[in-house]
């Protein structure tokens, strides 16, 4: 398997990451219950597999290699940019979390049973990384054919 066909492949995990997010921010949303360790779990996944993982490959193999081809390298400054954005929206979804269960110790077990607004900020983060990978993952696909075409 290539470079581009890797990353490719991983954006098709990454999807299934984003639909549970827009999921869970749906949930949230609606008031309905979701529990907080599984929102650390995706969290995690954002900043270890999509992060550090999937975009370090892009940062510090791939793009690098085709930047300087083909004139790709706005392109690839673009590409950056947005795994900034991705890297900002994880962690401020990552600081609500931090609030919602400083909420939680500091409130009784039955007020914790009902949501409040206070996890609007939850579900917002959530839905906006979701928004997020639907577009940038887009975007990289079509790149990453057309790199595969010029070569």
């Known amino acids: 398997m290539n470079a581009?066909?890797?990353?490719?492949?991983?954006?098709?995990?990454?999807?299934?990451?984003?639909?549970?997010?827009?999921?869970?921010?749906?949930?949230?949303?609606?008031?309905?219950?979701?529990?907080i360790e599984d929102i650390e779990i995706i969290s995690v996944i954002i900043e270890e597999f999509v992060d550090h993982f999937?975009?370090?490959?892009e940062e510090k193999a791939y793009f690098p290699d085709t930047k300087d081809k083909n004139?790709?390298?706005?392109?690839?400054r673009k590409f950056l940019i947005e795994h900034e954005l991705g890297r900002r929206i994880a962690t401020m979804l990552r600081r609500e979390?931090?609030?919602?269960?400083?909420?939680m110790k500091e409130t009784s077990p039955?007020?914790?049973k009902h949501y409040?607004?206070?996890?609007?900020?939850?579900a917002r983060f959530l839905k906006s990384y979701a928004?997020?990978?639907d577009d940038h993952t887009g975007k990289e696909d079509k790149f990453f054919d057309l790199v595969d075409e010029r070569n």
Do not use: M
């Open 131 to 133: 928004v997020f990978i």
């Open 97 to 103: 979390l931090n609030e919602w269960k400083r909420k």
């Open 110 to 112: 039955e007020i914790n």
């Open 4 to 35: 581009t066909q890797n990353l490719k492949n991983d954006h098709i995990t990454i999807r299934r990451v984003k639909e549970i997010a827009q999921k869970c921010s749906n949930k949230l949303y609606a008031n309905q219950y979701v529990p």
């Open 71 to 76: 004139g790709f390298a706005e392109d690839v």
């Open 116 to 122: 409040t607004t206070s996890l609007e900020p939850v």
């Open 54 to 57: 999937h975009h370090g490959k």
